[in-house]
């Protein structure tokens, strides 16, 4: 194959269309995302409860996370892998990310924020949902614009995301096991556990 020339291609119509194209191998992304789609489902969303959807999230936010893994601040628990060639063994995201590197991790990020984010169906109870619309609108609504629908530079999806690791991460959060924003703390505070479970539910109704 004429390696050189298909490179140059590459970078050519990279510059034409202002996307970033590293030489060699790793300009193969459907190589470096093979694993995560293996997890997260093809395009980034799936229904696997414990696995969130990653899909259209910005790539400042994205790579900021994969960072996260990479160096184990944030936690990192093990899930039985629901497809692709490892189907049925057991990983987690600090394994998946280990051997990316910088530029690996943006092409990454950069190929799953131009996915579309597929909400959940998950099962929810109207009355804890319009309970929590209300403390979300009071207490997230600023920084997790249009219900948490909307993916910033520095956070991600809230909601039709799932359920499980929404609750999960909101227990990271309080037990101070994942970092989370200065002014994120004292609003997350003022929910009590009924409180937190409320908002859950009010993201779990996305459809
Ligand atoms: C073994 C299954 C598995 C693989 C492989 C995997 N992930 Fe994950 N991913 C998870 C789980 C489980 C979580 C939730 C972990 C937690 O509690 O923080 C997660 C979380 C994430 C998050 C954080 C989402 C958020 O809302 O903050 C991102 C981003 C992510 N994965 C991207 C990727 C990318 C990109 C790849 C491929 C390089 C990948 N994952 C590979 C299982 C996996
Ligand atoms: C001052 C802005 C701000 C406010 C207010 C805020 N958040 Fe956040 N939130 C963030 C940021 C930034 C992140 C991403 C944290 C990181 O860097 O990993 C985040 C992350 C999250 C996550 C994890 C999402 C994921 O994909 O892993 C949840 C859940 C969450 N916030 C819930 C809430 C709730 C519930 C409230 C209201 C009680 C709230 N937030 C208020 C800024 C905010």
Known sequence: MMKNYTGYGLLAVGALFGFSVATGASADVSKLTESCVGCHGKGGSSTEAA??????????????ALKLYKSKERPCPEVKIPGGAKKGSKSDMCQAVKDLSDSDIKQVAEYF??????RT???????????????????????????????????????GQKMAYLDEQ????????????????????????????????YYGSFK
């Open 51 to 64: 696995i969130p959807n990653i899909s259209s999230y910005s790539t400042e936010y994205m790579t900021g």
């Open 121 to 159: 169906p998950q099962k929810f109870d109207p009355a804890l949902a319009k309970k929590g619309k209300g403390l979300h609108d009071k207490l997230c609504e600023k920084c997790h614009s249009e219900g948490g629908s909307v993916a910033s530079d520095d956070s991600g999806i809230l909601a």
């Open 170 to 201: 909101i227990k990271f959060f309080t037990e101070g096991k994942r970092p989370m924003a200065k002014k994120m703390k004292p609003k997350l505070e003022e929910l009590d556990k009924a409180g937190i479970e409320a908002v859950i539910h």
């Open 113 to 118: 924020a131009e996915q579309k984010f597929v």
